[in-house]
């Protein structure tokens, strides 16, 4: 669940040029150790975890698969490990210099007198301002975005998009943030609310974007999702069944269940629930299917299950709104003596004035960098209790093991991170916490009661 993520987006939705297509995701494994998307293996690589082939020179050995995959982390995965956590950590950084930058130089004032030229009324001013400033922000923060979203990811093989392709995607996403954030209009819905209440801005700010969230999650998979990427029924109808058989066991209603073609961008693979009602459905990226054994699948979809049927997105949303009113006020104190403390500088003396946006994206970077932990361990147990939940309706607990492996094979990200680097970083367990606990939790064989599964069939 990319619950950063929607901690984020929410927190900075009326100042930041980012997409809300990250709303509310489960999936079942992130990107980086940190970042909240997909990763996996090579579908062209040698399986890894594959038990056939970790027992073929002692037959009725159990494999061991901790072993397997310390012998995975090679000095290659070692540094692209040490890389992506790196960025996480020098992301806020470059963030609050660029901020500065903004702020000191007088770009930001600019910008908002180019705005206040161009129309009088508060929509037309922040709906030019954003614009404005969502491309001079892209193009300050773009070496930080080229080097992790393109670079890393050529440099350790594991994107299929060429730069063309991969240039056109943060188009994309540039236009849907200006879209939603400036057009529709978030953006000046949040200076409106500062101005009526400048003193609990930060309280009534976080209840107007409640509703923005949840039409975020509503809306990503219809409406986000179809902009990057192809979705289709899934074209399998033997594994579909299955799937459904599943679902079905689980007490879930019939839910649609899509594949999308992720293999346009990425050689990774990984599979995740979005939206909820009418929107919500289950995802396979098509390198799952090529990259995944059937039973590791329906591992996988048993996780996703357990994030519907354990009621993650609408928990991962409430706590959203409650860390928003945290986050919020805390950005309140900072911002109130930043503009008395340097507000002459900068060309505005007031939070209203919308010359302030680097100075609330800042801020809010800020303090969710402070705040990760927290919402770290809010994620990685929910995603423990999927993973809980999965095993339980599958009894699938060797095919969770090497689903686990495969998943983390290519993502090259430590599998015994210090405490640290897990709690600024994961978002999920770490891969050899999540395999322990699928070989040894099997209370189906112990006569005990299951934890998290209480139906079925």
Known sequence: MRLRAVVRAAAIAFVASASIAALAAHPIWAETPAAGVAAGESVTAPVPGDSAAATADAPGTPPDYVAEVRANFTPEN?????????LEFI???????????LLFSGISARMR???????????????????????????????????????????????????????VDEMKGLGLGV???????????????????????????????SPVLVMGVLLQPLVIDPVFNKFTPLKDKRLERKILDLAEKAGIPGRRVFEVDRSAQTKKINAYVSGFGASQRIVLWDTTLKGMNED????????????????????????????????????????GWAIARFG????????PDVASMPLILGTITLVSFVAQPMTNSFSRAVEHEADQFGLEVTQLSDAGARAFIKLGAQNKSNP???????????????LIERIRYALAYHPWTEGKPNAKFHGGK
């Open 179 to 209: 879209l939603f954030l400036g057009v529709v209009p978030i953006g000046a819905l949040g200076y409106w609310v500062i101005a009526k209440s400048p003193r609990r801005w930060w309280l009534w700010l976080a209840v107007v974007l």
């Open 344 to 351: 002459g500088r900068w060309g505005f003396t007031a939070l």
């Open 78 to 86: 070692r540094g692209y490990s040490a890389k992506r956590v790196s």
């Open 416 to 430: 015994e991170p210090n405490p640290l680097v897990k709690a600024f970083v994961y978002t999920h367990p770490p």
């Open 113 to 167: 007198d180019i705005a206040h030229r161009i129309g009088s009324n508060r929509y037309v001013r922040v709906l030019v301002c954003l614009t404005l400033f969502s491309i001079v922000w892209y193009i300050l923060t773009f070496p930080l975005s080229w080097f992790r979203g393109f670079a890393l990811e050529h440099q350790y093989n594991l994107s299929n998009q060429n730069f063309g392709a991969w240039f």
């Open 296 to 335: 590791e699948i329906l591992f996988v979809m048993g996780h996703e299950m357990g994030h519907y049927v354990l009621g993650h997105i609408w928990k991962g949303i409430l706590f959203s709104v409650g860390l928003m009113v945290l986050l919020f006020y805390l950005s309140h104190l900072f911002t």
């Open 91 to 101: 992301d806020p950084l470059y963030v609050l210099i660029a901020v500065l930058l």
